[in-house]
Structure formats: C-alpha cells, structure tokens
C-alpha cells in the first residue's frame, strides 16, 4: 500500500506526449417521458449538451486532472466541432497548439444521447482515412521537436486512421533514440504495428482478436498475453478484464488484480485513464505492477462518473488512502474476496478479528487500535443479529448489526467489516487467511477452536488482555443496578 501512495506525488509534473486519435465526445442529456407517434421510439427531450475531448483528448484530459503535463499531437478538421474540442481540451488546461488542422477531414465526433444515467444511442460522424504525407510530414516535425522532453509516450489506437505502422514505428524509433517508455492502448486485429512498445493496454476481447485466441480461462488469457508479448516485443502485457480487474502479463510472471468494488455507473473512458496513470507511474520510476495497481485505482474512480470523465489527483488519493466514507467500509462476504486478493498484491498485513461488538466499550476500542498497530489492514467479522442472538441469548442483540457495523466503522483503525450468519467466523477466516487473527479478552490461546484453522492457513493468533471489568455483560447489569 505504502508503495503505491508514494508513487502519487512523483507524478505532478510529469510530461507525456499523446499521439492518437482524437475525437469529440458530445453528451445529449435528456429525459424521456413520450414515445414518437412517428415510430416506436423515445423522444429525448434535450435538457442541456455538453463536450468533453474523446479519444486520446480523454487520455491527455485524465494526464492534466492527474497534475501533469499533456502533449497533445494529433488530427482535426476545420470545423465547428474543431473548435468546440480546442476549447474543450483549453478548459482542462490541455495545450493545443501542437495540433494539426486538416481542412479535408471533419473532426471526429461521438454524440451521446444519455437519459438519466442511461446511454440510449451514439451518433458517430468521422473520416477514417489514413493522414495525407503532407499531414504526416507536419506530425514527424512536431514529434521530433517534442520527443525528446518527455518522460513518456503515449499512443492511443482507436483505428480511426492517425495511428498507422508508419507513425507507430516513428513514435517508437524516436523514443528509443531518447530512451523514453512508450505506451499503447491498441486495436484491431494487426499488433505487429506496435513492435517495440513497452507496455500494451488491450482489453480482453481486443487481445483475443490480436491474438486470434478465445480466451476462455486464466490460462487462455495468459496464452494469449504471451503471444501479443511476442508479436508486439513488449515487455508488459496489461489485459484489462472490465469488471474483473486485470492481468498483467510480464516476462517472469503473471499478476491478477483485482477490480475496486465499486458503484458502476458508466465503463466508458475507463481504458484511457488505465493507460494515462500506468504511464505516468512508470514515468516515475515505478515498477509495472505498482503502476498497473494504481491504474486500476483510477479506473475505479472514473466508473463511478457517467459519461466521459477523467480521474482527479485528489480522487485518486482517496480512492487509496483506504478513508473510505464510513458505509464504504461496510462489505459483503463476496465483495471481500477482491479486497483481500488487492491487498495480497500491495504485500499488505492483514489482521482479523471477530465478534458481536454490542454496546461498545472502552475495552473494544481499546483492544481494536491495539490491534490495528500489528499491521496494515484491520478487517472485523460482525456476528449478526440472528447469530449474536444463538450466541448470547433471545435478548440480544440490544444493537441491531447494520448500526453495530457503522459503530464499528467509524473508529479510524477499522478498515473493512463484514457481518456473517455463521456463530463462528471460520469461513471468513478462509476467506481473509489473516497474518494476525487477534482476540480480545481473557481467552486461552491454545483453547480458541479457530487457532488451528488460522495456522493452517499461515496466520498467528494473538490474545489481546482486557481492561479489567469492561464488559458489555458489566455494563447491562449497571445500568440495570441504576448504580
Ligand atoms: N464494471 C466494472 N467494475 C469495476 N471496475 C471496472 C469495471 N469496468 C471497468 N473497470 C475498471 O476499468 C478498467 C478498464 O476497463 P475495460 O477493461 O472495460 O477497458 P476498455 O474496454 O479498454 O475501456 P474503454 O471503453 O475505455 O476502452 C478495468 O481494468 C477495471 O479496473
Ligand atoms: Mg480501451
């Protein structure tokens, strides 16, 4: 964890130059209340329209919301969506002037027609020629001058006729001589045009197509990584699995990352802002894993926006910094699957502890920081009402578990909680494999029924002492006493 945060810092600043294809993404926000007499389609009442840079615009937009510096090299037309993209590239702080202008090709332009959250049609108007020699010669100028000052390099495919063998392998012979990283997010079904990137972004399906492999397990998908590895001569692989997170392909192993449990409002965008913070991490030096965990970060962030959106500097620390708004903290059994696996991956300390938590006293809050101290992540089984109620009798709980968990959620070294059935916390055990699983109270280390489940799975137990008459038994009966 502490790995990952510290990559944040280094990125302000950093100089990426992007080279793509770029478009405007126009968002309709409407509503929809009437079907057409016309045919039986909605009628979208417009309620405003805004424009944001689509393509690697997007891309460029999530460097410059990430506090560095974009070098914008690409295509657009004369036009009026020409001049609705510069301003919207100008308004996120993103430089137009390496530009090119091509009076010949309308500028790209994706229209969405978005109800409520929900996208109804794209309306897509492009030219997807590939660039004149004129236009080419103009973009080998501006490339060669630029090239040189960045610390990376980022080409953004999405097939619509800039990013050709030709460019590709411009882009990479002029970043080779300057010795600077070369990122791309490809497409289509010839990755040979990409050969001697450093990394590749391919979405699943992308990297089946390029591959001409299904992927239809783990070890397909990793088959498959190490074919566009070849093809392409890159040294990272990053397959981005959509709700599944991503795999990373490297020449020694193979690294599973989980996705953020998130809300998901909208997906699109996602692969830019993947591409965006893994470069700019390797930019600073970070290794190929810590960058694709903190990309995975930002991804999370930016699919809890609707429409096209980048991630902040500051969401992006938040989204890490494990201060999760209380009710975030609170997760189910399966979402605590990919929680465990992240924090595997950020070589996290986990410790566990388990119990009914009702009426918190100061022996809980006390044993809990205690707790927190033996590591990095602090994760609590709740016992639920009806299994706190098997354990302690029909009276109990005297606190239902939903406010039970929030109280235990708020205290600041509680990380997660996650409430079970079950009277004991065996199979979440199994699930979190604790390096410490503490217990606190007066228990007998080698009478807790869990001790050897716990170091079967690799973990210790530890006993935290309680505060001598800190009870929650105690605390009923005085005020049951009225003394
Ligand atoms: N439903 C989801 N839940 C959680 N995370 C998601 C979800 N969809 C995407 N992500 C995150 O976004 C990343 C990129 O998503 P995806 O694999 O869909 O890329 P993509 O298809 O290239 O996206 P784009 O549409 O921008 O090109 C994923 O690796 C993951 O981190
Ligand atoms: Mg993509």
């Known amino acids: 964890m502490e790995n990952i945060k510290k990559i944040i810092p280094k990125i302000v600043g950093k100089k990426i130059l992007v080279f793509g294809d770029l478009m405007l993404d126009e968002h309709i926000w409407s509503r929809v209340s009437r079907i057409s007499p016309e045919a039986p389609v909605p009628i979208a009442d417009v309620a405003r329209i805004s424009h944001v840079p689509g393509g690697c615009g997007n891309v460029a937009a999530n460097i410059a919301s990430l506090k560095a510096k974009a070098y914008l ?5 004369k036009d009026s969506s020409g001049q609705k993209l510069r301003k919207a590239l100008s308004d996120k702080g993103i430089s137009t002037r390496h530009l090119v202008i091509d009076p010949k090709r309308p500028t790209i332009l994706k229209s969405r027609i978005i109800a409520g959250s929900q996208h109804m049609v794209r309306v897509d108007r ?17 490339l060669n001058k630029l090239i040189p000052k960045m610390d990376a390099i980022i080409i953004s495919d999405y097939a619509k006729g800039s990013v050709t063998a030709k460019t590709t392998q411009l882009i990479i012979s002029l970043a080779k001589k300057h010795k600077k990283p070369v990122s791309i ?55 981005t699995r959509g709700r599944d997170g991503m795999s990373l392909i490297c020449p020694d192993e193979v690294i599973y ?22 470069t700019l991490a390797l930019a ?91 590591g990095d992540i ?47 916390p065996d199979n979440l055990i199994k699930i979190v494999k604790p390096d410490f699983h503490v217990k606190g109270g007066d228990y007998k280390i080698n009478r807790l029924p869990e001790k050897k489940l716990v170091e079967s799975l690799g973990g210790k137990v530890i006993v935290i002492p309680p505060i001598k008459g800190r009870s929650t038994t105690n605390l009923v009966k005085r005020i049951l006493s009225g003394k």
């Open 73 to 77: 090299v690409s295509v657009i037309g």
């Open 126 to 142: 492009e030219d997807r020629t590939v660039l004149s020699p004129k236009l080419l010669a103009t973009i080998t100028k501006r």
């Open 185 to 239: 997010d490809p497409k289509g079904v010839d990755f040979s045009k990409y050969r001697g990137a450093t990394v590749i972004t391919p979405n699943l399906r992308e990297a089946s197509i390029a591959a001409r492999r299904l992927i239809i397990s783990e070890k397909s998908l990793i088959k498959a990584g190490q074919v566009l590895a070849k093809l392409t001569g890159s040294k990272n692989v990053l397959i």
């Open 257 to 278: 990352i989980p996705a953020v449990p998130r809300e998901v409002f909208d997906i699109t965008g996602a692969g830019d802002t993947v591409i965006a913070t893994l």
């Open 284 to 374: 600073t030096g970070a290794t190929a894993k810590n960058a694709a965990i903190l990309a995975n970060y930002a991804a999370s962030v930016v699919i809890g926006k609707i429409g096209t959106a980048p991630c902040l500097f500051e969401e992006l620390e938040e989204a890490i910094s494990g201060h999760e708004p209380i009710a975030k903290k609170i997760k189910l059994r399966k979402e605590l699957h990919a929680i465990v696996q992240n924090l595997r991956n950020e070589n996290a300390k986990i410790i566990f502890t388990n119990g009914c938590f009702d009426i918190l006293h100061l022996g809980h809050v006390r044993y809990l920081s205690k707790a927190k101290k033996l």
């Open 378 to 424: 602090l994760i609590i089984g709740l016992n639920s009402d009806a299994s706190v109620r098997k354990l302690k009798g029909k009276d109990r709980p005297y606190i239902y578990e939903l406010e039970r968990a929030e109280i235990l959620a708020s205290l600041e070294c509680v990380d997660y909680v996650c409430i079970f059935e079950e009277t004991r």
